[in-house]
């Protein structure tokens, strides 16, 4: 609670309270420009989780994690094949023990989600948990590639994932009996299908910052922090540096699951288009950009990543026609550039991100 | 055909232009303990720049002989990758090299999305058709083949790895490397500029990825802006496998990371009755690195390095 907690507390419940009521109305006056401002605002929701989650493994543990996005395409596939009836044409002994369909709670199928991604963590944790930094780095990264591979080629022999044609028709969420398929008639308003989702999403979001938070001030936070600082001197003072790590890789995965199966339920649709190295080379910068292990800095960090290549897709065009006459730069490429110089500027500039955490790094 | 031949054939052309690559990450990790994330997006401008050369030159002087045309295209591409090299090492590392080690490994991944992203906009967002230099008509060995580029490519990177390994054990040069890799400080003292010494470091292994840049490309005839990154990761593989830090090391894994690549793609196939196929190439390097780095973290040829902080 860097910033909010050093003011008075009536402040600080004055902000929250302002901040609650803007991301209330936030959808509705964004649904005022166009469908398409919702949908944004959901998918920076979604980003905030996942930043959030990978920031428990680079900003509190300080293990570079380039391969996060295989928590998220772990969590998409899960929720993918266990609500489309993918798995049920593959395997017709499954669809002859399951004739209706799998059709899980949602309260099962994501703590589900969460888990499986948690257990690939722990996986991914394991070998990698003696090396240093920046080997970490790398072979995180070859994980993520390896995840992606499979995900691309396992629709032979045996079809599990549809190979890079993804799949199809992946059955929307149902909170309490409601789809969120359909608009919510709630009397004097309607909510609309992308208006319910920006709310479960915020919902989802809210809650893991509030984890996020909590964990921060944890005896397990602390030991997390403890082994960013310096891992000899954490195992010094009786820390299980090994268990802890493993936590550190299996709770931010979650997350990321958790994540995955909400972008799954949200789209209708995975492909092992949407998990390349790119969004998890993007997570890191969101996460650095911010201020790695400030869970504000964090948010914050990837809000701007994602809104500003939104604007960007938007303004880039009309401008540079504008400006130069014709279109120079792509948006896609300066949205890359964006990622790529703002990792590089906030490093030499300002390490610790726009919001330093509050313990200084050595 | 003879399979295990052509295989074996292509795996080891395949990992002599790893080795080269590996060549610059080890000698530039047995300085810095930093790995230069940057260096398969120096390769990869390298091959730009050979392309631009070859094209013009073609066009220009047909007549020039394919020798000539390599050289003038290396003269063009190894200068502007070893000061491509140098400035990112002034901007981007030197600043940070008292920095956690995390700080240098993040500005080099920014780096390197940033100069790919430039080289997109710069040359084509699309693959570019590189041309056939050398004949094309394959030499018989046994029942296997090997084209002309192949042996080039092989006899190239082998007689540069050598050339190179020769001057860091015999050169005063080489002797300075040494020393500043085994202490800065003491380096310092004894008269070694060690910010020089760094500098000319990245600047040899820039002048190696460029060859390998060009290697590249006139095996897979295709230059396109993406093209550094998975042999950067593969030759960072071999320079582990091989023990980094460790120039030797960085030849015996790049030469074992290919055949092992072009074996493993050939057989896993039969290996698995069928369950995987040939497209799962990729993952041998990074299932290699993962088994190396657990089993023997220290590589073949490399000694117990100490844990630098």
């Given at each position: 609670?860097?910033?909010?907690?050093?003011?008075?507390?009536?402040?600080?419940?004055?902000?929250?309270?302002?901040?609650?009521?803007?991301?209330?109305?936030?959808?509705?006056?964004?649904?005022?420009?166009?469908?398409?401002?919702?949908?944004?605002?959901?998918?920076?929701?979604?980003?905030?989780?996942?930043?959030?989650?990978?920031?428990i493994?680079?900003?509190y543990a300080?293990?570079?994690?380039?391969?996060?996005?295989?928590?998220?395409?772990?969590?998409?596939?899960?929720?993918?094949?266990?609500?489309?009836?993918?798995?049920?044409?593959?395997?017709?002994?499954?669809?002859?023990?399951?004739?209706?369909?799998?059709?899980?709670?949602?309260?099962?199928?994501?703590?589900?989600?969460?888990?499986?991604?948690?257990?690939?963590?722990?996986?991914?944790?394991?070998?990698?948990?003696?090396?240093?930094?920046?080997?970490?780095?790398?072979?995180?990264?070859?994980?993520?590639?390896?995840?992606?591979?499979?995900?691309?080629?396992?629709?032979?022999?045996?079809?599990?994932?549809?190979?890079?044609?993804?799949?199809?028709?992946?059955?929307?969420?149902?909170?309490?009996?409601?789809?969120?398929?359909?608009?919510?008639?709630?009397?004097?308003?309607?909510?609309?299908?992308?208006?319910?989702?920006?709310?479960?999403?915020?919902?989802?979001?809210?809650?893991?910052?509030?984890?996020s938070?909590r964990l921060q001030d944890s005896r397990i936070g602390r030991a997390w922090m403890?082994?960013?600082?310096?891992?000899?001197?954490?195992?010094?003072?009786?820390?299980?540096?090994?268990?802890?790590?493993?936590?550190?890789?299996?709770?931010?995965?979650?997350?990321?699951?958790?994540?995955?199966?909400?972008?799954?339920?949200?789209?209708?649709?995975?492909?092992?288009?949407?998990?390349?190295?790119?969004?998890?080379?993007?997570?890191?910068?969101?996460?650095?950009?911010?201020?790695?292990?400030?869970?504000?800095?964090?948010?914050?960090?990837?809000?701007?990543?994602?809104?500003?290549?939104?604007?960007?897709?938007?303004?880039?065009?009309?401008?540079?026609?504008?400006?130069?006459?014709?279109?120079?730069?792509?948006?896609?490429?300066?949205?890359?550039?964006?990622?790529?110089?703002?990792?590089?500027?906030?490093?030499?500039?300002?390490?610790?991100?726009?919001?330093?955490?509050?313990?200084?790094?050595? | 055909?003879?399979?295990?031949?052509?295989?074996?054939?292509?795996?080891?052309?395949?990992?002599?232009?790893?080795?080269?690559?590996?060549?610059?990450?080890?000698?530039?990790?047995?300085?810095?303990?930093?790995?230069?994330?940057?260096?398969?997006?120096?390769?990869?401008?390298?091959?730009?720049?050979?392309?631009?050369?070859?094209?013009?030159?073609?066009?220009?002087?047909?007549?020039?002989?394919?020798?000539?045309?390599?050289?003038?295209?290396?003269?063009?591409?190894?200068?502007?990758?070893?000061?491509?090299?140098?400035?990112?090492?002034?901007?981007?590392?030197?600043?940070?090299?008292?920095?956690?080690?995390?700080?240098?490994?993040?500005?080099?991944?920014?780096?390197?999305?940033?100069?790919?992203?430039?080289?997109?906009?710069?040359?084509?967002?699309?693959?570019?058709?590189?041309?056939?230099?050398?004949?094309?008509?394959?030499?018989?060995?046994?029942?296997?083949?090997?084209?002309?580029?192949?042996?080039?490519?092989?006899?190239?990177?082998?007689?540069?790895?050598?050339?190179?390994?020769?001057?860091?054990?015999?050169?005063?040069?080489?002797?300075?490397?040494?020393?500043?890799?085994?202490?800065?400080?003491?380096?310092?003292?004894?008269?070694?500029?060690?910010?020089?010494?760094?500098?000319?470091?990245?600047?040899?292994?820039?002048?190696?990825?460029?060859?390998?840049?060009?290697?590249?490309?006139?095996?897979?005839?295709?230059?396109?802006?993406?093209?550094?990154?998975?042999?950067?990761?593969?030759?960072?593989?071999?320079?582990?496998?091989?023990?980094?830090?460790?120039?030797?090391?960085?030849?015996?894994?790049?030469?074992?990371?290919?055949?092992?690549?072009?074996?493993?793609?050939?057989?896993?196939?039969?290996?698995?009755?069928?369950?995987?196929?040939?497209?799962?190439?990729?993952?041998?390097?990074?299932?290699?690195?993962?088994?190396?780095?657990?089993?023997?973290?220290?590589?073949?040829?490399?000694?117990?390095?100490?844990?630098?902080?």
């Open positions: 609670m860097t910033a909010l907690a050093s003011q008075p507390r009536h402040k600080a419940l004055w902000a929250v309270l302002l901040i609650g009521c803007v991301l209330l109305v936030l959808p509705f006056a964004a649904g005022l420009l166009g469908n398409a401002w919702v949908r944004i605002l959901a998918f920076a929701l979604l980003y905030v989780m996942l930043a959030l989650g990978l920031n493994v680079v900003g300080g293990l570079l994690d380039l391969g996060y996005v295989a928590f998220y395409a772990v969590g998409a596939y899960v929720y993918a094949l266990l609500s489309s009836p993918h798995l049920l044409e593959q395997f017709p002994l499954l669809a002859a023990t399951f004739p209706q369909g799998f059709h899980l709670p949602i309260w099962i199928l994501i703590p589900l989600c969460a888990a499986c991604a948690a257990l690939f963590g722990v996986l991914l944790g394991f070998p990698v948990l003696r090396l240093r930094g920046d080997y970490l780095a790398i072979v995180t990264l070859g994980f993520g590639e390896i995840i992606r591979i499979f995900m691309n080629n396992l629709n032979a022999p045996i079809n599990l994932t549809n190979g890079p044609q993804g799949i199809t028709g992946i059955a929307p969420l149902e909170v309490m009996g409601h789809p969120l398929s359909q608009p919510l008639d709630m009397g004097i308003f309607k909510l609309s299908t992308l208006e319910l989702h920006y709310f479960l999403f915020l919902a989802l979001t809210l809650l893991v910052l509030l984890i938070l403890a082994i960013r600082e310096d891992e000899t001197a954490a195992k010094a003072m009786g820390i299980p540096t090994r268990n802890v790590k493993l936590i550190a890789f299996a709770m931010g995965a979650s997350f990321g699951g958790v994540a995955g199966a909400m972008f799954s339920a949200f789209q209708g649709f995975v492909s092992p288009e949407s998990f390349g190295l790119m969004e998890s080379i993007v997570l890191v910068a969101m996460v650095v950009l911010g201020g790695m292990g400030n869970v504000w800095g964090v948010v914050l960090g990837a809000v701007l990543l994602y809104a500003i290549p939104e604007a960007l897709r938007h303004l880039a065009r009309p401008i540079q026609l504008q400006l130069l006459g014709e279109e120079w730069i792509a948006p896609e490429a300066l949205r890359m550039l964006l990622f790529g110089l703002s990792m590089v500027l906030i490093m030499l500039l300002r390490p610790r991100g726009i919001l330093s955490p509050r313990t200084p790094s050595p | 055909m003879d399979i295990l031949l052509q295989q074996l054939i292509n795996g080891l052309v395949l990992g002599s232009v790893y080795a080269l690559i590996a060549m610059g990450y080890t000698m530039v990790y047995g300085i810095l303990q930093l790995i230069n994330f940057t260096h398969g997006e120096v390769l990869m401008v390298g091959a730009m720049i050979s392309l631009l050369v070859v094209n013009a030159l073609q066009s220009s002087l047909p007549a020039l002989p394919p020798a000539g045309l390599i050289l003038i295209a290396l003269a063009a591409s190894v200068p502007v990758c070893m000061a491509l090299s140098a400035l990112i090492e002034r901007v981007a590392y030197r600043p940070l090299r008292n920095a956690p080690r995390l700080a240098p490994l993040i500005t080099a991944i920014g780096l390197s999305i940033t100069l790919q992203t430039l080289a997109m906009i710069f040359f084509s967002p699309n693959p570019m058709v590189f041309p056939d230099l050398l004949p094309t008509t394959p030499i018989q060995i046994g029942g296997a083949f090997l084209a002309p580029k192949q042996l080039f490519i092989f006899v190239v990177s082998l007689a540069l790895m050598m050339a190179l390994m020769f001057m860091v054990q015999r050169s005063p040069l080489g002797r300075s490397m040494r020393a500043v890799a085994e202490n800065p400080q003491m380096a310092l003292l004894m008269g070694i500029d060690p910010n020089r010494i760094v500098a000319i470091t990245f600047m040899l292994g820039a002048a190696l990825a460029a060859v390998a840049g060009l290697a590249l490309a006139m095996n897979y005839n295709i230059v396109h802006f993406t093209m550094g990154f998975i042999p950067g990761l593969k030759a960072f593989t071999a320079a582990v496998l091989g023990g980094i830090g460790n120039l030797p090391g960085a030849v015996v894994g790049g030469l074992l990371l290919g055949m092992i690549e072009s074996l493993g793609a050939g057989y896993i196939g039969d290996l698995t009755g069928g369950f995987l196929g040939s497209h799962y190439q990729d993952v041998f390097a990074f299932a290699v690195l993962i088994l190396v780095l657990v089993i023997r973290p220290s590589g073949l040829l490399g000694e117990r390095v100490a844990d630098r902080p």
